[in-house]
T-cell receptor
Framework: QKEVEQDPGPLSVPEGAIVSLNCTYS??????FMWYRQYSRKGPELLMY????GNKEDGRFTAQVDKSSKYISLFIRDSQPSDSATYLC????????????FGTGTQLKVEL | KAGVTQTPRYLIKTRGQQVTLSCSPI?????VSWYQQTPGQGLQFLFE???????NKGNFPGRFSGRQFSNSRSEMNVSTLELGDSALYLC?????????????FGNGTRLTVT
């Protein structure tokens, strides 16, 4: 079983919908949680970065971390066709340096 | 501010050869990390360098090595290439090492081993 599990999708939604993306993990030592967006033929782009439990909002994006359930989420409001990409969750331990453990990514398509 | 630059973008090599990939971090970033991305395994951590010292290493064979120069630029080398080494190799830089220093990725080098 992988340390980080993420539904690969694909997930298809209409423009304007609220999108919910999720990851579960098994390593209780993870303290830093990230969401990256990756377009085809590009490197991952950092969207959200949170420490420990709680919520963080940035524009149309909201990240939630529930350490008691070992569950993190990314919500995208008012989704746009330009949001169509693969979304990757990533996590790291306190003192783990820049060693991130990634989920396999969820492919999202926002349709007109 | 320029992002992380990786060269070359594409490489085709033959089994048994060796290859060197290059990464220039964002100006002011002192940490460089390398990741391998494949359809089957996703993104996997290779190693991290900070101030020219390897700080962390992933679970890859010794054929994979790297180094960092005094200007923070980094190279990774893969010797005795195998077909399974075909992947997108991503370099990421950050200001420091560890929590509080988010990683910023380049667009990768696509390596194909035939």
């Amino acid at each position: 079983q992988k340390e980080v599990e993420q539904d690969p999708g694909p997930l298809s939604v209409p423009e304007g919908a609220i999108v919910s993306l999720n990851c579960t993990y098994s390593n209780s030592a993870f303290q830093y949680f990230m969401w990256y967006r990756q377009y085809s033929r590009k490197g991952p782009e950092l969207l959200m970065y949170t420490y420990s439990s709680g919520n963080k909002e940035d524009g149309r994006f909201t990240a939630q971390v529930d350490k008691s359930s070992k569950y993190i989420s990314l919500f995208i409001r008012d989704s746009q066709p330009s949001d169509s990409a693969t979304y990757l969750c990533a996590m790291s331990e306190e003192g783990g340096g820049n060693k991130l453990t990634f989920g396999t990514g969820t492919q999202l398509k926002v349709e007109l | 501010k320029a992002g992380v630059t990786q060269t070359p973008r594409y490489l085709i090599k033959t089994r048994g050869q060796q290859v060197t990939l290059s990464c220039s971090p964002i100006s002011g970033h002192r940490s460089v990390s390398w990741y391998q991305q494949t359809p089957g395994q996703g993104l996997q951590f290779l190693f991290e360098y900070f101030s020219e010292t390897q700080r962390n290493k992933g679970n890859f064979p010794g054929r994979f090595s790297g180094r960092q120069f005094s200007n923070s630029r980094s190279e990774m080398n893969v010797s005795t290439l195998e077909l399974g080494d075909s992947a997108l190799y991503l370099c990421a830089s950050s200001v420091g090492t560890g929590g509080g220093s988010p990683l910023h990725f380049g667009n990768g080098t696509r390596l194909t081993v035939t």
